[in-house]
């Protein structure tokens, strides 16, 4: 579709969509002081056809996610996505496939709709790994957010085939279990998504996949960040403690006190 035939087919709600970017520049002005970051709610790539609606918050959620991927340490160069849901739209935001971390915003994500994977921002290639995503998605209906990376020390795990085992309390608390690992999966069509979904494990909101890397999500990409970043460091530790030998696996049931503990009483509520 022409840049032309996009500008005739969509509609702009410029009073909205003004109020949006004056208050999304303030926050991001406010929160990470990139100048840069200043949105063009007109660009072409914001156009989104007149049945859908878009999401400005759930854009700077995702591009906050993405922006923390190297920020955490946990991607080198391009080699990590992050992507958001919302189900009211049907649309996913995705990281742009290859694009510098620092060149993301929240008015240049790639917009997909959901059911149909058609890409709305003809001018913005998503991710690679749009379709692990997308499967995702229509697979955890309770899931907004997903992650991926090649962190070391979890991909180090990966590239042997093996899981983070259930050593550590704070894997309790937050995967209520071991990390679990796929086999090796090529990367066409649906087969990493089904992968995941065949061998992850009911409530741990991540999976290594073989010879590969790491899918984390959640609730919003805050939370599948979070997974992500929980990943990377239980896998450095358990890393680090089988240099001292064999680790000490936590029986089932103290784990699950663990996790029932930080799920349900944890925190702020
Ligand atoms: O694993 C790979 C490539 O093999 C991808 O996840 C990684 O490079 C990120 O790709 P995108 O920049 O998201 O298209």
Redesign the pocket.
């Known amino acids: 579709m022409s840049r032309e035939s996009v500008e005739n087919d969509c509609s702009l709600e410029v009073g909205r969509a003004q109020t949006a970017k004056s208050s999304l520049t303030k926050a991001i002005l406010r929160e990470t002081g990139v100048a840069q970051a200043i949105i063009d709610f007109r660009a072409p790539t914001m156009l989104i056809p007149k049945t859908e609606k878009d999401d400005a918050n759930l854009r700077l959620e995702v591009a906050r996610a993405n922006w923390a991927l190297p920020a955490s340490g946990l991607v080198t160069m391009?080699?990590?996505?992050a992507s958001g849901y919302d189900p009211e739209s049907g649309l996913v935001y995705i990281?742009p496939?290859?694009?510098d971390y620092d060149q993301i915003k929240p008015g240049n994500l790639a917009v997909v709709r959901l059911e149909t994977g058609e890409v709305l921002t003809p001018d913005i290639r998503p991710?690679?790994?749009l379709a692990h995503h997308l499967f995702l998605y229509k697979n955890l209906p309770e899931v907004r957010g997903i992650i991926?990376t090649?962190s070391n020390y979890a991909t180090a795990f990966a590239a042997a085939n093996k899981p983070v085992p259930c050593c550590l309390t704070a894997i309790c608390d937050e995967f209520g279990g071991e990390i679990p690992c796929t086999p090796y999966i090529d990367?066409e069509g649906e087969n990493i998504g089904r992968a995941i979904l065949k061998y992850r494990r009911e409530r741990t909101p991540a999976i290594l996949l073989g010879n590969?890397?790491v899918f984390a999500w959640g609730s919003s990409p805050k939370n599948a960040l979070k997974a992500a970043v929980m990943v990377e460091d239980v896998a450095r530790t358990v890393w680090l403690a089988m240099q001292l030998g064999p680790v000490a696996a936590i029986p089932p049931e103290e784990a699950e006190k663990w996790y029932d503990r930080y799920q349900n009483r944890y925190g702020q509520g």
Do not use: C, E, Y
Request: charged content about 10%; overall charge neutral.
């Open positions: 391009h080699s990590g996505n990281k496939s290859g694009m991710s690679v790994d991926h090649h990367n590969h890397g």
